[in-house]
Nanobody, 127 residues
Framework: QVQLVESGGGLVQAGGSLRLSCAAS????????MGWFRQAPGKEREFVAV????????YYADSVKGRFTISRDNAKNSVYLHMNSLKPEDTAVYYC????????????????????WGQGTQVTVSS
């Protein structure tokens, strides 16, 4: 019922920063959770961060905690991922996803817990 479009990816040197954006469009839906996943070549899709739409609670993967920040803009139906102190191992295609579930359900950590997905945006971190 909705479309998600990521933007903001690109090439950055190690230690640099990028901001990814995810814009939602289409019919109104329950925005309980919006999350970010990433997938590197030869690896499975990996959880990065999630935010509760209604109460602004967040949760991060250990690998990005302290470096990445997820945020939302209710008026723009958008979610953002601010990435700081980037490392070469952060190189991946980053995907935005939306879910009608709640954080306490425990499904936010897995791709199967999200109903809607964007096409992805490439982030490449050089050493």
């Amino acid at each position: 019922q909705v479309q998600l479009v990521e933007s903001g990816g690109g090439l950055v040197q190690a230690g640099g920063s990028l901001r990814l954006s995810c814009a939602a469009s289409g019919r109104t839906f329950s925005r309980n959770l919006m999350g970010w996943f990433r997938q590197a070549p030869g690896k499975e899709r990996e959880f990065v961060a999630v935010i509760s739409w209604s109460d602004d609670l967040t949760y991060y993967a250990d690998s990005v905690k302290g470096r990445f920040t997820i945020s939302r803009d209710n008026a723009k139906n958008s979610v953002y991922l601010h990435m700081n102190s980037l490392k070469p191992e952060d190189t991946a295609v980053y995907y935005c996803a939306a879910s009608t579930a709640k954080l306490y359900s425990g499904t936010f950590y897995y791709p199967s817990g999200y109903e809607y997905w964007g096409q992805g945006t490439q982030v490449t971190v050089s050493s």
